[in-house]
C-alpha cells in the first residue's frame, strides 16, 4: 500500500480536524493530475468532467476546498474530498481498499 492510499485510509477510519495543505496537494497530484489548481493559496478548485452531472457539484463538476491561513485544510473538506474520490471509484482502481 503507497503512502497515499495509507493516508487515505487513516482519513477515512478517523477523520482530522485538519490536514497540511501538501498532504491534500499530495493525492490531488496523484488522483487528479491536472484536474484542480490553487486559486491565490486560499482554496483549492478540483474540476473533473465525470462530476458535472451529479448533484453538489453541478454544473461545472466542481469542488472549491478553502485553506484555512493558506496552511490548513479543515477536516469537513477532507471528507468531501474522500466522497469524490469514492464517487469516482478512484481509489480501488489505484490498488486501495474500500
Known amino acids: 500500500m503507497s503512502r497515499r492510499d495509507k493516508t487515505l485510509s487513516k482519513w477515512k ?8 495543505r ?3 496537494e499530495a493525492i490531488l497530484k496523484y488522483y487528479f493530475p491536472g484536474k484542480y489548481r ?8 478540483l ?8 448533484e453538489p457539484y453541478k454544473p461545472y463538476g466542481e469542488i472549491t476546498i478553502p485553506c484555512k491561513q493558506g496552511k490548513f485544510i479543515k477536516g469537513f473538506y477532507i471528507k468531501k474530498l474522500l466522497k469524490v474520490i469514492e464517487i469516482l471509484g478512484l481509489w480501488e482502481e489505484r490498488g486501495g481498499k474500500s
Do not use: G, M, W, Y
Not at 13 to 20: G, I, M, T
Not at 38 to 45: D, Y
Not at 47 to 54: F, K
Open 47 to 54: 474540476q473533473h468532467d465525470d462530476l458535472i452531472n451529479i
Open 22 to 24: 501538501q498532504e491534500v
Open 38 to 45: 490553487l486559486e491565490k493559496s486560499s482554496h483549492i478548485v
Open 13 to 20: 477510519n478517523n477523520l482530522p480536524k485538519e490536514v497540511r
